[in-house]
T-cell receptor, first 110, second 112 residues
Framework: QKEVEQDPGPLSVPEGAIVSLNCTYS??????FMWYRQYSRKGPELLMY????GNKEDGRFTAQVDKSSKYISLFIRDSQPSDSATYLC??????????FGKGTRLSVIA | KAGVTQTPRYLIKTRGQQVTLSCSPI?????VSWYQQTPGQGLQFLFE???????NKGNFPGRFSGRQFSNSRSEMNVSTLELGDSALYLC???????????FGPGTRLTVL
């Protein structure tokens, strides 16, 4: 079992929809949780960062971490065609390497 | 602040050759990590350097090596290239205050 599991999609939604992206993880020591967005032929861009459990909101993006169920979520409100990208979840336990999910490819159709 | 820079952006090599990739982290960041990204395996950790010392190492063969210089710039080397080494190689610079990593644009290596 991989330490971070993520449904690869692809996921296709109409413009304006609410998008829910999810990951599960198995390592109880993970304390730091990130979401990266990667456009084609580019490096991953840090989107959201959360420490331990809880919610974090930044504009149209909300990240949620539930450590009791080892579940990580990213919600995108009012999705735009420019949100079309691959979204990667990642975790680590502090001074340890990032462990990534395989990424979910999202397409937002105008 | 300038972001993470990687050179070259694209490389084409043949089997058996060796290659050196370079990474300059964000100014003030002393930790640099390297990752390999392929469609099949996703992003996999290669190694991390902090203040010129290797701090963590992933599960890759010894053909993959790296180093870090006193100005925090880092290089990774792959010797005796194999077809399976074709990938996007990403460098990440770590902000030790927030423990977050910022990635460069990557070097796309093609091995023929």
């Amino acid at each position: 079992q991989k330490e971070v599991e993520q449904d690869p999609g692809p996921l296709s939604v109409p413009e304006g929809a609410i998008v829910s992206l999810n990951c599960t993880y198995s390592n109880s020591a993970f304390q730091y949780f990130m979401w990266y967005r990667q456009y084609s032929r580019k490096g991953p861009e840090l989107l959201m960062y959360t420490y331990s459990s809880g919610n974090k909101e930044d504009g149209r993006f909300t990240a949620q971490v539930d450590k009791s169920s080892k579940y990580i979520s990213l919600f995108i409100r009012d999705s735009q065609p420019s949100d079309s990208a691959t979204y990667l979840c990642a975790s680590h336990s502090g001074n340890t390497p990032l462990v990534f999910g395989k990424g979910t490819r999202l397409s937002v159709i105008a | 602040k300038a972001g993470v820079t990687q050179t070259p952006r694209y490389l084409i090599k043949t089997r058996g050759q060796q290659v050196t990739l370079s990474c300059s982290p964000i100014s003030g960041h002393r930790s640099v990590s390297w990752y390999q990204q392929t469609p099949g395996q996703g992003l996999q950790f290669l190694f991390e350097y902090f203040s010129e010392t290797q701090r963590n190492k992933g599960n890759f063969p010894g053909r993959f090596s790296g180093r870090q210089f006193s100005n925090s710039r880092s290089e990774m080397n792959v010797s005796t290239l194999e077809l399976g080494d074709s990938a996007l190689y990403l460098c990440a610079s770590r902000d030790t205050l927030t423990d977050t990593q910022y990635f460069g644009p990557g070097t796309r290596l093609t091995v023929l």
